[in-house]
């Protein structure tokens, strides 16, 4: 079965032809990080716009890639949530009127379980059950993966998401936006004992709290800036990399254990991150756990991770019609 997929919740417009939910015939990202970066973040209102402008001609590529027409796809698969809710709402209305146009199924996909799904298009011997940890720059879930459409959450972030403390403590280390890559980048050169940061209790010992160490880096760099002192930034990244991966893997770890897991996949566009993937992988083999790592290159959005999930969607038989609406958040 090969599934046109359309991805556009954020600030990437893509399209990709996936068979089957594990091969990817093409996979198409438009990315509109320079625009974005002028204003340090994301503008909804830009990225609707430039999601309008894209998207016929990266779908057109998507096919043109596969070696398909329109005709010839089994399905149309689209992110219907969560993101912004501007941005979803173009994806959404192209899909349905591209499944309507063509008399194909349309097939909704959670941004985040499509995110998990790309250990599938990786992995063909993954199958669930298994516990994910999904880190993005909206999410940092701790979830039992029960099959391929079936999820429980039994940790989350209770204030800001793993990337989006990555981001904002970025732009106070002076990087530009998306910070974590250069947050990754900078930590290379830096010594990540040298600042020590805080380590947040909850009272889920699943559940992240990312906020305060946020603020501490924030205080840390505006603090040096009044005294006149010179900041280690490349030490500062470096600690604060470690930090967050160190009780994101440690967290994970122990919910795998308690649970009794033995496998275990990463997801989402923190999932990129050097540290998180060596203390993911070193803490699960230590403990038996075999753990699916995507590569690089499905880390961040992409529509072969839609593509792939809407398979084992369409599977369950979670199909939707021309009353399909995008919605800014959306449970698992
Ligand atoms: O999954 P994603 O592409 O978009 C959302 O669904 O949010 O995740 C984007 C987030 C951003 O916060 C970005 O800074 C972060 O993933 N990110 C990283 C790295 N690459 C991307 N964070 C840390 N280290 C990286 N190498
Ligand atoms: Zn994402």
Redesign the pocket.
Known sequence: MKILAIES??D?TAAAVVEDGRRVLSNIVATQIDEHKLYGGVVPEIASRRHCESITAVVDEALSQAGMTLAETDAIAVTYAP?LIGALLVGVNFAKGLALAAGKPLIPVH??KG?IAANYIAHPELEPPYLCLA?????SHIMRVYDYTHFETIGRTLDD????A??KA?RAMGFP?????H???ASKNGDSRKYKLPHPKTENPYDFSFSGLKTNVINLVHNAAQKGEQIDVNSLAASF?FT?ADILSYKFVHAAMEYGYKTAALA???????T?RELMTDRCKKQGIRLYVPP?SL???NAAMIGAQAYYEYLAGNISDGSLNAAATMPL
């Open positions: 919740s954020c990437e993101g941004h985040i995110h880190a993005s720059g909206g999410h998401a793993a990337g989006e990555f981001d970025a936006y998306p910070g974590g890559v947050i990754d980048k990399q967050v989402g566009g923190v999932a990129a991150n050097t998180l690089i880390c961040g959005d």
